[in-house]
């Protein structure tokens, strides 16, 4: 069972026969640095570097390698992502002590929505986003991303950003 699940990793050797065609997987891994961006200078010595470093290698998988090395880039462009949510969740993270929670939440959304498209052109398996475009059809599922984008971009317009009081100084 196993084997034969592997055997075929990843199901299509080309993300629908072109890695630059649009994808979610590129909107999703971009958009996720542009969050990271947000947080990168509000603590001097507790830059996102490993969580950017994450998300550039599953993007460049995702990109530029699949289509060559398939089962090289398939598995980067799912651990990058992945070990990006796992440093980021993990306990005592600068996520979860110094930046605001609504940014964590919304990199990790964004993060999701590149996975759901890595995944879906990796393994036999529908995606649940494709799945929920198919259901619903394209109007909806367009008003539904435009309400999530916005509520992202309000997130992270009102999160709370560090003040010179609350900076630490270590120099």
């Known amino acids: 069972m196993i084997g034969d699940l592997l055997a075929g990793f990843p199901v299509e050797a080309v993300p629908d026969a072109s890695a630059l065609a649009p994808h979610h997987a590129v909107y999703g891994l971009l958009a996720a640095l542009v969050v990271i961006a947000t947080?990168?200078?509000?603590?001097?010595?507790?830059?996102?570097?490993?969580?950017?470093?994450?998300?550039?290698?599953?993007?460049?998988?995702?990109?530029?390698?699949w289509r060559w090395w398939p089962v090289v880039g398939a598995t980067l462009a799912h651990v990058g992502p992945l070990a990006t949510l796992v440093w980021m969740w993990r306990p005592g993270s600068a996520w979860g002590t110094h930046y605001p929670g609504r940014v964590r939440v919304v990199a990790t959304g964004a993060i999701l929505v590149g996975l759901d498209d890595i995944v879906e052109h990796a393994w036999p398996v529908p995606s649940p986003l494709d799945t929920?475009?198919?259901?619903?059809?394209?109007?909806?599922?367009?008003?539904?991303?435009?309400?999530?984008?916005?509520?992202?971009?309000?997130?992270?317009?009102?999160?709370?950003?560090?003040?010179?009081?609350?900076?630490?100084?270590?120099?």
């Open 132 to 171: 929920g475009w198919a259901v619903l059809g394209p109007r909806v599922s367009a008003a539904l991303a435009l309400v999530s984008v916005g509520a992202a971009i309000w997130a992270l317009q009102t999160a709370p950003r560090p003040t010179a009081d609350t900076m630490e100084d270590t120099t």
């Open 39 to 65: 947080v990168w200078d509000d603590h001097r010595h507790r830059e996102p570097l490993t969580e950017a470093t994450g998300v550039l290698i599953g993007l460049f998988a995702f990109l530029l390698v």
